[in-house]
């Protein structure tokens, strides 16, 4: 059972920087991926890290987002710059797995953290 | 970018009943779409990847089907623990989105 855990700051000031770290019990699959959800909204892919360093990144906020990852602290973090209240949301991360190339699915989820930006 | 919808938005279903959501995705995406169960609170749960595997651990009345750009999954018989939101979720060119969902339930 693979077990990913996701730790911050639960409140930001605007245009402040988010820093999120997911912290997970094993580095398998091909990556992790951050994905968030605004209060009784949809889910929103952020980013993705494959353990080959390769990144993949929302088009609309690429510029804001930085995904690396610690393969000696099993952990991925996840930078957000800019923050705005619209950027309110639960965040999780989720490991990736594959069954064929380019069929990636997020199988194993950490239980979210709420990030609150306000002043 | 590739968008997907759902449909219907919401359902009412009672338990027994057969219940089918659809994902229609805005070009043809093969079979890169999964879908996900979301209770009040909790992470999303993985329940159908690659358009119709059952994640390991799933019940067997789940199931999805589909390709190009219309999909559905359905759940054949609804149990008390299945009302919940369900997602779809796309990842053709190694880019991810995912539908508004569709709540299930108490009719």
């Known amino acids: 059972q693979i077990t990913l855990k996701e730790s911050g700051p639960t409140l930001v000031k605007p245009t402040q920087t988010l820093t999120l770290t997911c912290t997970l019990s094993?580095?398998?699959?091909?990556?992790v991926g951050w994905i968030r959800q605004p209060p009784g909204k949809a889910l929103e892919w952020l980013a993705l890290i494959y353990w080959n360093d390769d990144k993949r990144y929302s088009p609309s906020l690429k510029s804001r987002l930085t995904i690396t990852k610690d393969t000696s602290k099993n952990q991925v973090v996840l930078t957000m710059t800019n923050m705005d209240p619209v950027d309110t949301a639960t965040y999780y991360c989720a490991h990736t797995s594959q069954q064929h190339l380019g069929e990636y699915y997020f199988d194993y989820w950490g239980q979210g953290t709420l990030v609150t930006v306000s002043s | 970018d590739i968008q997907v919808t759902q449909s219907p938005s919401s359902l009412s279903a009672s338990v027994g009943d057969r219940v089918t959501i659809t994902c229609r995705a805005s070009?043809?995406?093969?079979?890169?779409l999964n879908w996900y169960q979301q209770k009040p609170g909790k992470a999303p749960k993985l329940l159908i990847y690659?358009?119709?595997s059952l994640q390991s651990g799933v019940p067997s009345r789940f199931s999805g089907s589909g390709s190009g750009t219309d999909f559905t999954l359905t759940i054949s018989s609804l149990q008390p623990e299945d009302f919940a939101t369900y997602f779809c979720?796309?990842?053709?060119?190694?880019?991810?989105?995912f539908g508004p969902g569709t709540k299930v339930d108490i009719k």
């Open positions: 979720q796309q990842s053709y060119s190694f880019f991810f989105t």
């Open positions: 690659a358009a119709s």
């Open positions: 070009q043809s995406i093969s079979r890169y």
């Open positions: 094993e580095f398998s699959g091909v990556g």
